[in-house]
């Protein structure tokens, strides 16, 4: 429309349409200025809407804590100082939008004027022939015009855009590498040969030497931040190795097609993961109630220690557990957990403090049927507890990233002067 107007207006009458051309050129001044201010008002909604629903997420999520400790009203100030802002950008780009939409024909009107009467006084040029031009270059001018007010209206949504293409940048260049070998079965062992791992710039664990047995168990101990969970979450495949390599079974593991080896795994975390289902559903994830799922079923929880409180329901496996679980104990939900990794057809089961949520009896109950696993399932344990971790084949003691020392329980306790007091200090 712009460029066909345009046109016209030259054929018309050159000159006059230049000085228009210029005129309206000018209005680009104001329009870019616009435009700068609303594409960071823009940056600052986006900030702003993150900062306000981060906030509310963790006023659902703590909000037994901040209730209990009075602390909900100054987290309450805090939402609302949020709004306020949010509220304040907003404002901001209204005004830009109004300015630019009440601003658009009285700038048309004066450029024209301006043009008009510099051609009648300075050029004598004849009106006719003015007002000709004028009616293309005005529908010309109204359309560039209403053009700006069109972009400027997609800048307002700039912000969210660039954050958006970031993040989707940011996730391309986190992609996970998937190698192309299907991953069959566990059949021999892990070996890690030189192994770090960093977040960043800081280094988490420095040249880690392993090799992990199929059908044994191992035990990973030392103090928080030592490296233990990182360490199997390594093994597991959840995170590429910084330097060195994990083959499975002599296959590098980043030729091993994902998938296919996070299946043969049983992952047992210090938080439990419940869906907001039926028991049964939780355990099987969503199989078929056939006779055999019912019996491995059944066994799974008798393993847990938890059958006994599933018969007391009066739905019994049918029971649904509610929103992640708000219908059952932390306990519960730890045992039912347990009990999933326990139906799965697995060779490896790693457990990260998943026990150190359940009181004592429990606990002594589920080791013993998690001792019951050896020799079924290749155990790669993490824990806290040292009474957990007795009967493991081998314990890897941690310090600052690095295999401080290793070997049997018994064992480490005589040669190993750290992991002796530790083992004091909990009067194991």
């Known amino acids: 429309m712009v460029f066909v107007y345009l046109i016209l207006a030259f054929f018309t009458d050159p000159q006059f349409a230049l000085l228009v051309a210029v005129g309206g050129g000018a209005t680009n001044l104001l329009y870019n200025r616009v435009y700068k201010k ?6 600052k909604i986006t900030s702003g809407g993150h900062t306000f629903q981060g906030m509310l997420i963790q006023k659902v999520a703590f909000y037994k804590y901040l209730k209990a400790t009075g602390f909900i009203k100054t987290y ?57 031009s004028l009616l293309f270059f005005y529908r010309s001018l109204n359309s560039l015009v209403m053009m700006q007010t069109q972009w400027n209206g997609f800048l307002n949504l700039s912000g969210s855009l660039e954050n958006m293409t970031a993040f989707m940048k940011e996730l391309q260049s986190q992609k996970e590498s998937n190698g192309v070998v299907p991953f069959e079965k566990f059949e021999d062992s ?38 233990k969970s990182t360490l199997v979450n390594l093994i597991a495949g959840l995170m590429p190795v910084s330097t060195g390599s994990i083959t499975v079974d002599g296959l590098d593991l980043e030729e091993v097609e994902k998938l296919s080896f996070k299946k043969r795994i049983g992952y047992i975390a210090q938080e439990p993961v419940i869906f907001s289902d039926t028991i049964f559903n939780n355990v099987t994830q969503w199989s078929e109630p056939t006779p055999e799922n019912q019996k491995r079923f059944w066994k799974a929880l008798e ?73 079924r399932y290749t155990l790669l344990i993490v824990a806290h507890r040292l009474s957990t971790i007795k009967s493991a084949d081998e314990v890897i003691l941690l310090n600052h990233g690095q295999i401080e020392n290793r070997g049997a329980f018994s064992d480490l306790i005589r040669r190993s002067d750290s992991f002796q007091k530790m083992v004091q200090l909990q009067e194991i």
């Open 76 to 132: 309450e100030l805090r939402l609302r100082e949020a709004v306020d802002y949010i509220v304040k950008s907003n404002k901001k780009i209204g005004f830009y939008n109004a300015l630019l939409v009440a601003a658009r024909e009285p700038m048309v009107i004066f450029v024209v004027v301006v043009v008009i009467i510099v051609q009648v006084n300075v050029f004598s040029q004849q009106l006719g022939v003015i007002i000709l």
């Open 303 to 375: 393993q847990a220690a938890i059958a006994d409180f599933v018969l007391s329901l009066p739905e019994k496996e049918n029971a649904n557990l509610g929103s992640a679980g708000i219908l059952i104990s932390g306990g519960q939900k730890q045992r039912l957990s347990i009990a999933r990794e326990l139906f799965k057809d697995i060779d490896i089961l790693i457990m990260d403090e998943a026990t150190s949520a359940l009181d004592s009896e429990t606990e002594k109950i589920i080791q013993e049927n998690i001792e019951k696993l050896k020799g």
């Open 38 to 43: 609303t594409k960071e008002t823009s940056k």
């Open 190 to 227: 892990i070996c890690l040969d030189n192994v770090g791992f960093s977040y960043g710039n800081k280094m988490v664990l420095t040249e880690i030497d392993l090799t992990i047995k199929k059908n044994k168990a191992y035990a990973f101990v030392g103090e928080s931040g030592s490296g």
